[in-house]
């Protein structure tokens, strides 16, 4: 059974940092894409960013761009996003997605082959 378990949500000041970990088991982790979305109260879900299967490329959102760092750890199976200087408006549910060999130019894409349950990260100004 493939579990991404995503964790390290919490309540931040502006300018604070969070570093969220996602967890993942029951599949052969270095075959995925991973990825970060999130979804704000009353607005539609919002691609983050991600990080490629095999070399390891990174992309990021223009809104996050600078601020925010997509990880991964192979020994671990766990991909991490690493969140600096956070806004309110940040302030979302934050999920991770997989996406077997998925590379750089479907990863905006949501249909993704699995996905967390999500995270709450709340930045109070």
């Known amino acids: 059974q493939v579990q991404l378990a995503e964790s390290g949500g919490g309540l931040v000041q502006a300018g604070g940092s969070l570093r969220l970990s996602c967890v993942v088991s029951?599949?052969?982790?270095?075959?995925?894409?991973m990825s970060w979305f999130r979804r704000a109260p009353g607005k539609e879900r919002e691609f983050v960013g991600g990080?490629?299967?095999?070399?390891?490329?990174?992309l990021c959102a223009d809104s996050v761009k600078g601020r925010f760092t997509i990880s991964r750890d192979h020994a671990k199976t766990t991909a991490y996003l690493q969140m600096n200087s956070l806004k309110p408006e940040d302030t979302a549910v934050y999920y991770c997605?997989?996406?077997?060999?998925?590379?750089?130019?479907?990863?905006?894409?949501?249909?993704?082959?699995?996905w967390g349950q999500g995270t709450q990260v709340t930045v109070s100004s």
């Open positions: 997605a997989a996406r077997k060999f998925g590379n750089l130019s479907t990863m905006r894409d949501p249909r993704y082959d699995y």
């Open positions: 029951g599949l052969t982790f270095g075959n995925y894409a």
């Open positions: 990080i490629t299967w095999s070399v390891g490329n990174s």
